[in-house]
């Protein structure tokens, strides 16, 4: 047999005792073994008071749906229906648990799950992942063999470079910035409000639908926006000169420092 | 017995040897119960479940994906793709920072780091090279969420935290873009931080605590080299670790189409 740990046997033998009105060292005695079990006389019942007199094979059996405290009992069934309107509880047991309510087991939530066709990460993902982590390290490598980065002269607050240019991707804005005066304009409003509505856009497009087909608008939306940001990243890029002039690149050469040292190989 | 040849008793000893060193103490206590290496890796199911599992790796990868989601057309793997290049630029970066003194100096360090330091151009171009690359990324990455629409629910939110990330990006690249101290970085940064002006209401103040003051000078340096190198990297690495457990929580990727 298991061995129960002193602690644990005492303490079911104290439920024991107190449910069926013996001291501690007999319930423990019974548990072990040691004596005879004791039996109760009459069950502890929690009845079904039904009004109307109901065939026998109807009334569900109160044995079968209340955990009696006293499993060993011999239930009464037979008794029941004689069993009398008002119900004394049995004065010799402390009854200390009734029968409130049956809750019939089902989920509270229901997944929903369809069948989702999966794969191992290993090797289906990891693997993939890998040789593109390699390309894309062999690919920084070569560009960075034959491309210089550029390193103009030393800072020099006094001497202005004309045009003077933010980096690439500041360049659309850059351009943008150019048409109007910015003092009036206010485009940094605009761009704000366009970081915020940017961030709150899966928030406003409420449209469920993924494919491209049933999403036109969002579609050409953002499509005029990627041509737009790239045409003007372009024009900031190659097409400004000095002054924020109109230079065509074939003509004037391109007026961007970043571009330029990559004449220089290695 | 049949007499084994001398070659054959030193593969016998290596293959014992080898045995008892990944069935050992040390590497018991290095790797998990049942590690492939612990007990050697032959391809099964099982096997495939735990090089994912008894490994840091489940922290970023669960042990099954979609199908459709592992295909390269996909993803195009730019989310990951733009998380490695983050790795390649801290290396890099980390690098760097032993050569590089963001005062005065900090010209002439990048010269000396060009010319008289094995491979110091090499690891330049390759940071330089590498931020503008990841911000092309990024962007292509967000593209690429967008046209699959894979920022409908519940990826609300994840898109939010990559609208984030992508601002960091371009700071982080920003503020780099100013440490060289030449004079494509110093007017560069001057262009940019006069847009920042241009904010309305606070335009003055937010050029000013760019700038540490009313125009570029080392003081911005130390100011961007601080933002470049720790504070900037700090934020976007506690973002992103959201942003990978979002894309599991959210039932992983999204689709198919
Ligand atoms: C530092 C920048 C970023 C990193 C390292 C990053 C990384 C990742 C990775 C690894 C994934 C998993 C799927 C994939 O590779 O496409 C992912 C998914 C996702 N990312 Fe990013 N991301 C970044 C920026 C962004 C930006 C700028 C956005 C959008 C504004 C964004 C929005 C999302 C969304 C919505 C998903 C879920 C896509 C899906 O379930 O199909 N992320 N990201």
Redesign the pocket.
Known sequence: MVDIPEHLLIRSAEARAKALGITVDQALAEMKGEAEPTVISKEPDVQVIDETPAPAAETPAPAAETPAPAAETPAPATTKKETPEEVEFAPEVKVTQRLLTVVKAKPIQKPVSEPVDKVNTWPHLMLPEFVSLMAMTAFLILLSAILQAPLLEEANPNVTPNPAKAPWYFLGLQELLSYWDPQIAGVMIPLLLGVVLWMAFPYIDRNPETHPSKRKFAIMFYTFFLAGAGILTIIGVLFRGPGWNWTYPWIDGIWFDDLLDWIHFE | MQKLSFRDKIKEARINASDSFRGGKLMSSIFRPGSPFRKGYVDSPRNRSYVVMNNVLYHLHPVKVKRHGVRLSY?L????L??FL?IVLTITGIWLMFYFRPTELAYVDIQNLQTSIAFGSLVRNMHRWGAHLMVLV?FL??S??FY?G??KAP?EF??VI??I??LL?LLLSFTGYLLPWDQLAIWAVTVGGNMAGYTPVIGAQAKFGLFAGLEATTATLLRFYVLHVLFLPFI?VIF?AV??WR?RK?GG???PL
């Open positions: 993803t793997c730019l989310g990951g733009s998380f983050f990024v990455h967000m690429r969420v699959h894979a920022y990826r994840n898109w990559g609208v990330l992508l990006t976007i992103m942003h990978f894309v959210d990727i999204s689709g």
